[in-house]
């Protein structure tokens, strides 16, 4: 149990499109979701932080307005990155927690923006 | 400023030994600590979690100490296999917040045949 799917795990754009990500719990109801950005040889930095049904809680620094987060469900978030630019190419990961402490980690999706 | 380190150089060992990561922290209170494997081009896999006032956890190979007057864990896997080859990360989440991780950069472990 406790799977975490993303789609798509491989994304080509153009410089000033949008891209949206989905993250879904395949077999369990998400209390929490939450949004990384991992860059090369780095760790995995938290972007936000969403809750079903509620506004996202962003950490310092990562701009709202340009990673939009929806947390339409208990199983399912979409981030989308806005008028992407090539320096928001990364690996974007999302995870689910069931309760205290455990994270569940998506396979990952790689931005890549020319 | 919160700090979490882990070796960054490669560990590379000989098969069938017994691999040791170490996790360092500063400026942090952790109330439960996490290791987690992560392959290229993979997301984090969990691995093992271990509270603060627990000393020490293990899952088939793997063992974790947490020594919050140190403010260090330990993380070792014995009988290494080839397939243990991966960087593995440690993760802290703070006292006030039960889910909210911070992640060290990991440390990629090579095991030879």
């Known amino acids: 149990g406790a799977v975490v799917s993303q789609h798509p795990s491989r994304v080509i754009c153009k410089s000033g499109t949008s891209v949206k990500i989905e993250c879904r719990s395949l077999d369990f109801q998400a209390t929490t979701m939450f949004w990384y950005r991992q860059f090369p040889k780095k760790s995995l930095m938290l972007m936000a932080t969403?809750?079903?049904?509620?506004?996202?809680?962003?950490e310092q620094g990562v701009e709202k307005d340009k990673f939009l987060i929806n947390h339409a469900s208990l199983t399912l978030s979409t981030l989308t990155v806005t008028s992407a630019h090539p320096e928001d190419s990364s690996f974007y990961i999302c995870?689910?927690?069931?309760?205290?402490?455990?994270?569940?980690f998506g396979p990952g999706t790689r931005l890549t923006v020319l | 400023s919160q700090k979490i380190e882990q070796n960054s150089e490669a560990l590379n060992i000989q098969e069938g030994k017994t691999a040791t990561l170490t996790c360092n922290y500063t400026n942090y209170s952790p109330a439960y600590l996490q290791w987690y494997r992560q392959d290229p081009g993979r997301g984090p896999v969990f691995l093992l979690l271990i509270r603060e006032n627990e000393k020490e956890k293990r899952k088939e190979r793997l063992k974790v100490t947490f020594d919050t007057t140190l403010k260090q864990s330990l993380f070792h896997i014995t009988a290494s296999q080839p397939a243990d080859s991966a960087t593995y990360l440690c993760a802290l989440s703070p006292s006030s917040g039960y889910s909210t991780l911070t992640f060290g950069k990991g440390t990629m472990l090579l095991v030879s045949p």
């Open positions: 995870s689910a927690a069931k309760g205290a402490g455990e994270q569940f």
């Open positions: 969403s809750n079903e049904g509620s506004k996202a809680t962003y």
